[in-house]
């Protein structure tokens, strides 16, 4: 049985300010280290005096958080550690943090959303990250340079009937598509499925890259094609993200080893360059 929080703001058992002062900020940290955080990340939990996340999202940023309250959670406890935010909220500065950016699969809805169910009035900011498509599409070169689609394969609080007709409807638009949460151990078959569907509508030369790790340490970029991804995919971890390209997408090889990743945007319609 779903319950909301609590509507009255309970002053914290030795919380440093006083009920009715406090924030909650939903902080998106970027794919990697504090690098990767934008300005207004890094400013937004060095304003807050209690920081709730994942465990891995807080070891990322385990330098910025000497001297605050840490409220470590863990995967799959995310309507929890929602709950616990807001109600904290009510008199202390609070930063939830989400790993790349919180409006892409990550806590900004969730968060939202209880405090809607709240009925309480806290000041609120959801600040954006670099996500992991456009983290992942950096170290591939240009792979999503115009229209393309998102989709993750966790079929957790999707159907995976739905996913299998989103997949089917992307890869009709001839665009690229980004696979996020591409594989765990209960999921091992999700991806070969996805991989097929593609296979119905693009040619095998297709580029695909897997970037897993992106800018964490132990990153592993691969860049390879639609054709040959099928017996790669033991490389794929739930710490990758997967770009398979779209019906213009191609392969810069750039002497013997380096290989890019190109989606023109259309300019060689209009210029000569
Ligand atoms: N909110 C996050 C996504 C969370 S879903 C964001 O905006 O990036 C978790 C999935 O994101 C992972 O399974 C993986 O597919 C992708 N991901 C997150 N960080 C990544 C990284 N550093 N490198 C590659 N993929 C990453």
Not at 84 to 89: P, S
Not at 135 to 146: D, K, T, V
Request: proline share 6%.
């Amino acid at each position: 049985m779903p319950s909301h929080a609590d509507r009255n703001c309970a002053a914290p058992a030795g919380g440093r300010s006083s009920p009715g002062t406090g924030r909650l900020s939903i902080v998106g940290i970027g794919p990697g280290g504090r690098d990767q955080m934008t300005g207004r990340a890094r400013d937004a939990i060095a304003g807050a005096d209690c920081i709730i996340g994942n465990g891995l999202y807080l070891d990322q940023i385990a330098s910025l958080l000497p001297g605050k309250e840490i409220i470590r959670s863990s995967m799959g406890k995310e309507v929890e550690r929602a709950r616990q935010a807001v109600e904290l909220a009510c008199s202390r500065a609070v930063a939830v943090v989400s790993g790349g950016d919180p409006g892409v699969y990550g806590m900004a809805s969730i968060v939202l959303e209880v405090l809607e169910h709240s009925g309480l009035d806290i000041p609120v900011e959801v600040v954006p990250g670099v996500t992991a498509a456009t983290a992942a599409a950096s170290r591939l070169g240009a792979p999503l340079s115009g229209d393309f689609v998102v989709i993750s394969l966790s079929d957790l609080l999707t159907p995976w009937e739905e996913i299998e007709r989103r997949f089917g409807l992307a890869f009709q638009m001839g665009v690229p598509v980004v696979l996020y949460n591409p594989r765990s151990r209960g999921r091992r078959d999700h991806l070969a499925v996805a991989l097929a569907l593609a296979m119905r509508h693009l040619p095998p030369k297709t580029p695909v890259g897997f970037v897993k790790d992106a800018f964490r340490e132990g990153e592993t970029q691969t860049i390879t094609t639609l054709g040959e991804a099928m017996d790669r995919i033991g490389e794929v971890d739930m710490h990758a993200t997967i770009i398979i390209g779209g019906r213009e997408t191609r392969i810069w090889r750039r002497g013997e080893d380096a290989k890019w990743i190109i989606t023109p945007r259309g300019y060689e319609r209009k210029y000569l360059y």
